[in-house]
């Protein structure tokens, strides 16, 4: 009867097991139909926005036309000069094209107005006399600029501060012949802001009184016959200031680089605002909270389907929002003015979208989490007015040019994302792909956080009977111990270590005052304070038993044996596994990158090789199973089935150790993922994570140690030899042969002392 309840015990659970997903679902679609009942929701989220974006470009237009024709008409411009002689000898050029121009635009409109007298039959109004350009002006003669011009001493930089509409570097001056009106001609650069209205404007009336100056001397030194080698004074080349390859854009003029990030805060954290209020304070005021938790559902699915609820709603509302911002833009024909020639490419597109859905996986979590506290709408809604006004700060944080995506701030929340699309979509800057997996990488597991966070507090008892909750209620700890920790807790765990590992790491890694033997100890520190301490600290504080929650328990002799066998025998194949993928060509190797290798492992020779082994194998191997397999394989097996628990903890100890402070390694992710199956099988097998840790240290002190040794190695004629491309690098058959009977002993090993576990589970 004992064995018979068991099993039916166990049938129960995978069958629960197995109706996860699609209750998940249909509890998905039940919180987006309590969404979407009120058709003023729909109203305001979907239809607002094909209402408000032609309004607001209508106004934008009307400002953006009449700006233009104050700048269109605008006459006072400034040059910029180097020295004050500069600016005297451009001055008579200057002056004497500009007298030229006016006296030709009023015999334009003598011609004119005498036209039209003839048509009119009426005698021509009496006028004074227009002035005539200067026949011959003195050249000792030092006249005042005709415009405003300033002294500067970067002329680049003085049209990028917009200081000056147009620069003119003088760039020699010689003799010039007789009988042309002038005594010096002068050869120039002008610089200009393509894309500054002013700027344009300024240069094409100084190209007017240059081009009216050398036409009048060539005109005078043709009819005086004393054309010699040259004829124009001015000659001037026109020089756009460009930078990495694009058009300088005029201080105050933000870039779409810089508006994008923020309008994307917006938009979805506007699209989330609403559904989770009313997701969860607005259960309470409903009166549904009870009922909701009373349910035979784990908490954990609750949420789940609320988050995803939330995050369509968001991510709808916000793709409305572009296609009304994109469709009114494209109408009104302000499209390549915002965007450029080449308008919104598909690059472009796709990158705006992907970072819409990483804005609104982050917005929808964390509003979950903030309004889970409230007792009522009107308490969520004060909790969130100062949420909105701290989200905006990271938008225009972006628009600071010294703020790189670098260091600490690629694992910042929010500010991460901001500066990764500003990067992404500014012209001729690039984001490195390592950069841009920690980012993505980061803000899923905040999320997941956040999510972790509202399931902790949603439901409690300080929410559902009205009694005053605090955010300490996150630290209480539970009444009752449990054997195994929640997934919850686990991916909260998980999402506080990966960026208190990538900041202790990136730290360290920039440390170059520490010896190499300092920095290698400094590392195993750094593992043991990730991987042990962050995870005790999160069982202690959920009352979870150590020895059960990371599998500490006992294992027999033969299990262990064939851990240390496994360990020995394994490491061949991860060698040879990256030797086909390269030539598959799945993976690359660049020359850097073995150049690298090889220099760490000249640097690590000089070491003790028990410094080396423990530092880098054996204090990883512990801390990592205590993690992987102990505490995080455990918390899954609570929730869905071993195999699938084992897969999904293999997969993110590989990303685990795909990730380098500086670029992505993505020949460590197949191997590592195949040797924490290998891991989580045994684990699983076994029920302790001790064996694990001797096989996983075993195979790390392995390649520690062939690596360390190759030299001597090679000597002995064991086919070690230094190869420069992986593609020679393989090792020998004899070596091949010896690791699969190896392996096939060690897993006989286990299985065999592992035998009548496994008939009791199954």
């Not at 076994?686 to 520690?704: E, Q, R, Y």
Request: proline share 5%; hydrophobic share 50%; with cysteine.
């Amino acid at each position: 009867m004992g064995g018979s309840g068991t099993h039916r015990a166990e049938f129960v659970v995978k069958r629960r097991r197995r109706v996860a997903a699609p209750r998940i679902v249909r509890l998905t679609l039940k919180e987006l139909r309590e969404t979407l009942r009120d058709r003023r929701t729909i109203a305001t989220l979907l239809l607002m926005p094909i209402l408000v974006y032609p309004l607001l470009s209508v106004a934008f237009e009307r400002f953006l036309i009449s700006n233009l024709k104050s700048v269109a008409g605008h006459t006072e411009y400034v040059l910029g000069l180097h020295t004050q002689p500069e600016a005297d000898k451009l001055a008579r050029y200057i002056y004497n094209g500009s007298m030229m121009l006016e006296a030709r635009q009023r015999s334009s409109a003598d011609r004119a107005r005498k036209q039209q007298s003839s048509r009119t039959g009426q005698r021509p109004a009496e006028k004074t006399a227009p002035k005539t350009a200067p026949q011959n002006l003195p050249v000792d003669v030092a006249l005042d600029l005709p415009v405003a011009y300033e002294l500067v001493d970067d002329l680049r930089q003085s049209i990028l501060d917009g200081r000056v509409d147009v620069a003119v570097e003088i760039q020699k001056t010689e003799p010039f012949p007789p009988g042309g009106g002038f005594g010096r001609a002068i050869d120039c650069a002008l610089f200009y802001d393509a894309q500054s209205p002013s700027s344009r404007e300024a240069l094409h009336w100084l190209e007017g009184c240059l081009y009216a100056v050398n036409e009048t001397s060539l005109e005078r030194q043709v009819r005086a016959k004393g054309v010699r080698s040259r004829v124009i004074p001015v000659r001037a080349e026109l020089r756009p200031i460009e930078i990495e390859g694009e058009t300088s854009r005029r201080p105050g003029a933000p870039s779409l680089a810089t508006l994008v990030p923020l309008i994307l805060i917006l938009m979805t954290i506007t699209g989330a605002v609403y559904p989770a209020i009313d997701l969860t304070a607005g259960e309470r005021e409903r009166g549904t909270l009870e009922t909701l938790i009373a349910a035979p559902v784990p908490r954990m699915q609750l949420l789940l389907a609320k988050y995803v609820a939330v995050l369509t709603v968001a991510l709808l509302t916000a793709v409305v929002n572009l296609a009304a911002m994109f469709a009114t833009v494209s109408s009104i024909g302000l499209g390549t003015l915002l965007f450029g020639e080449a308008g919104v490419s598909l690059k472009v597109l796709a990158e705006i979208v992907g970072l819409l859905v990483l804005f609104a996986a982050f917005f929808s979590a964390v509003l979950l989490a903030v309004t889970s506290f409230a007792r009522s709408f009107k308490e969520a809604q004060a909790y969130l007015i100062p949420l909105m006004l701290a989200s905006i700060t990271p938008g225009m944080l972006s628009m600071i040019p010294g703020l790189k995506l670098q260091g600490p701030l690629v694992v910042t929340p929010l500010l991460n994302i901001v500066l990764l699309a500003r990067d992404l979509l500014e012209p001729g800057t690039s984001v490195e792909p390592a950069t841009a997996f920690w980012v993505v990488i980061s803000t899923g597991l905040f999320a997941m956080a956040a999510i972790g966070v509202a399931a902790r507090i949603f439901g409690t008892d300080a929410i559902l009977y009205g009694s005053h909750g605090t955010w300490s209620d996150l630290f209480h700890r539970p009444y009752r111990s449990s054997d195994a920790p929640t997934p919850t807790s686990a991916l909260l765990c998980l999402a506080i270590m990966f960026p208190a590992y990538f900041l202790a790491s990136n730290l360290l890694a920039r440390s170059g005052m520490v010896s190499i033997e300092g920095r290698l100890i400094l590392a195993a520190l750094v593992t043991v304070l990730v991987f042990l301490q962050i995870p005790l600290a999160t069982a202690v504080l959920n009352r979870v038993d150590l020895a059960s929650g990371f599998q500490l328990r006992g294992a027999g002799l033969l299990v262990f044996a064939g851990a240390a066998v496994l360990g020995i025998s394994l490491w061949p194949f991860a060698h040879e596994l990256l030797v086909l993928l390269n030539r598959w060509h799945l993976v690359t190797f660049d020359s850097r990158t073995m150049e690298a290798a090889r220099q760490l492992v000249e640097k690590i020779r000089g070491i003790s090789p028990v410094l080396v082994v423990g530092a880098l194998a054996v204090v990883p191997a512990v801390c990592e199973e205590f993690f992987f397999r102990g505490f995080l394989l455990a918390a899954f097996q609570k929730s869905m089935s071993g195999t699938r628990a084992v897969i999904l903890s293999s997969v993110l100890f590989g990303l685990f150790h795909l990730v380098a402070i500086d670029q992505l390694h993505f020949e460590r992710l197949v191997p590592s993922t195949c040797l924490g199956l290998v891991l989580g099988w045994l684990c699983l097998r076994s029920g302790s994570v001790l064996p694990g840790m001797l096989l996983h240290a075993s195979h790390n002190a392995l390649l520690l140690l062939a690596a360390y040794y190759q030299k001597e190695l090679a000597e002995l004629g064991w086919g070690l030899d230094q190869s420069a491309d992986l593609e020679t690098a393989g090792l020998p058959a004899s070596w091949l042969v010896t690791a699969t009977i190896g392996t096939a002993v060690g897993f006989a090993l286990v299985m065999l002392a592992t035998r009548r576990r496994a008939d009791d589970r199954s």
